[in-house]
């Protein structure tokens, strides 16, 4: 009798230890016109799927303040009253294209939210047959300029000068909503996860092994492919790539970033992964990257603490930046 006790209560402390390890909940959907994968690792169902339920919440909040799509938008009301007045704005649609503008500066205006006036012109999504006319780009480029992005912090009023100029998030908006779904999740208490914004990830603690997350790094041309793999702990790993939406002329493939400079998309780089605490900076320095090139983009993230690269090349050679860790195994 005894011993059958004592098995009894060896069982019932065994589940109970079961019950505390952590499980992986996740929920895959479209937020932001892309896949968001949204991954909480937990012992307690509830308080995951709240912290799940929450991110959400957050990433849809984000896009109706800064989606360039929906005419209700902040963003939407900036862009129909270029060179007409200024706006008054959320303070955190403000601090964003503050954010947005010294990304322009540091990257000598490689990025430009205010490249959105090519929009227009420009079509990834397999509607364009020809390139466009040389005049109707220059005419376009000439919209296309952060300066002309007036701030007025007293006021919270942003103000784009030039009739015609329109600002668009979509190389930093992705990587801003993980990071803010991040917060949201940790203030509920979860401890490890994931927020994988169709390439855009951040993640934090501990995997269900126990071990920190390992973030494959795709092969551009094969998907499924891993080519190397990188150890991350509350860090981010966003990557840009000409494999997602691009136009091919000529058999050249135009990427879907539009370097700011010229009106044209960028060629010549298949991939730039940024790896960096912060990922709004990780998501806007992969777009910048593209634009830059290889030299002067390497240059530019060996001088940022905290911020590596890794850079794949039309001829499939494998660029990085000095500190970078990569393992060809997983
Ligand atoms: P990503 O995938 O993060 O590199 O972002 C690419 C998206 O950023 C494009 O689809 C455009 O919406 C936008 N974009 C394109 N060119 C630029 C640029 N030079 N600066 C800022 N945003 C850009
Ligand atoms: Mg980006």
């Given at each position: 009798?005894?011993?059958?006790?004592?098995?009894?209560?060896?069982?019932?402390?065994?589940?109970?230890?079961?019950?505390?390890?952590?499980?992986?909940?996740?929920?895959?959907?479209e937020?932001?016109?892309?896949?968001?994968?949204?991954?909480?690792?937990?012992?307690?169902?509830?308080?995951?799927?709240?912290?799940?339920?929450a991110?959400?919440?957050?990433?849809?909040?984000?896009?109706r303040?800064?989606?360039?799509?929906?005419?209700?938008?902040?963003?939407?009301?900036?862009?129909?009253?270029?060179?007409?007045?200024?706006?008054?704005?959320?303070?955190?649609?403000?601090?964003?294209?503050q954010?947005?503008?010294?990304?322009?500066?540091?990257?000598?205006?490689?990025?430009?939210?205010?490249?959105?006036?090519?929009?227009?012109?420009?079509?990834?999504?397999?509607?364009?047959?020809?390139?466009?006319d040389?005049?109707?780009?220059?005419?376009a480029?000439?919209?296309?300029?952060?300066?002309?992005?007036?701030?007025?912090p007293?006021?919270?009023?942003?103000?784009?000068?030039?009739?015609?100029?329109?600002?668009?998030?979509?190389?930093?908006?992705?990587?801003?909503?993980?990071?803010?779904?991040?917060?949201?999740m940790?203030?509920l208490?979860?401890?490890s996860?994931?927020?994988?914004?169709?390439?855009?990830l951040?993640?934090?603690?501990?995997?269900?092994d126990?071990e920190?997350?390992?973030?494959?790094?795709?092969?551009?041309?094969?998907?499924?492919?891993?080519?190397?793999w990188?150890?991350?702990?509350?860090?981010?790993?966003?990557?840009?790539?000409?494999?997602?939406r691009?136009?091919?002329?000529?058999?050249?493939?135009?990427?879907?970033i539009?370097?700011?400079?010229?009106?044209?998309?960028?060629?010549?780089?298949?991939?730039?992964?940024?790896?960096?605490?912060?990922?709004?900076?990780?998501?806007?320095?992969?777009?910048?990257?593209?634009?830059?090139?290889?030299?002067?983009?390497?240059?530019?993230?060996?001088?940022?603490?905290?911020?590596?690269?890794?850079?794949?090349?039309?001829?499939?050679?494998?660029?990085?930046?000095?500190?970078?860790?990569?393992?060809?195994?997983?």
């Amino acid at each position: 009798m005894r011993l059958f006790l004592t098995v009894i209560s060896l069982l019932i402390c065994c589940c109970a230890a079961l019950a505390q390890q952590p499980q992986k909940y996740h929920k895959v959907l479209e937020l932001m016109g892309s896949r968001f994968e949204i991954s909480a690792f937990d012992a307690d169902a509830q308080k995951a799927w709240d912290g799940i339920n929450a991110a959400i919440t957050e990433i849809s909040r984000i896009e109706r303040l800064i989606s360039s799509w929906d005419p209700n938008s902040q963003t939407s009301l900036i862009n129909r009253n270029a060179g007409i007045k200024p706006i008054k704005v959320d303070n955190e649609l403000f601090q964003l294209i503050q954010r947005a503008v010294q990304i322009s500066r540091i990257t000598d205006g490689a990025f430009d939210i205010s490249y959105a006036s090519m929009d227009r012109i420009w079509k990834f999504d397999g509607s364009m047959k020809e390139m466009p006319d040389a005049e109707i780009v220059k005419e376009a480029r000439s919209k296309i300029g952060f300066r002309n992005i007036q701030l007025n912090p007293a006021k919270l009023e942003v103000y784009l000068k030039v009739k015609g100029m329109k600002i668009g998030f979509g190389a930093i908006g992705k990587g801003y909503a993980a990071q803010k779904a991040k917060e949201k999740m940790s203030a509920l208490g979860i401890k490890s996860g994931v927020v994988n914004a169709a390439g855009d990830l951040i993640a934090w603690g501990k995997d269900i092994d126990g071990e920190s997350f390992k973030v494959g790094i795709a092969d551009p041309r094969k998907k499924n492919h891993v080519l190397s793999w990188l150890k991350v702990n509350n860090t981010s790993v966003v990557t840009s790539g000409d494999y997602e939406r691009y136009v091919l002329f000529d058999n050249v493939r135009y990427a879907h970033i539009i370097d700011p400079r010229t009106g044209y998309p960028t060629t010549g780089i298949k991939s730039v992964t940024i790896v960096s605490a912060n990922p709004e900076l990780a998501d806007a320095l992969s777009t910048s990257v593209f634009v830059l090139g290889i030299e002067k983009g390497l240059y530019l993230i060996n001088q940022l603490q905290g911020v590596e690269c890794l850079v794949i090349t039309d001829n499939d050679e494998i660029v990085t930046s000095k500190h970078l860790e990569i393992n060809n195994k997983s």
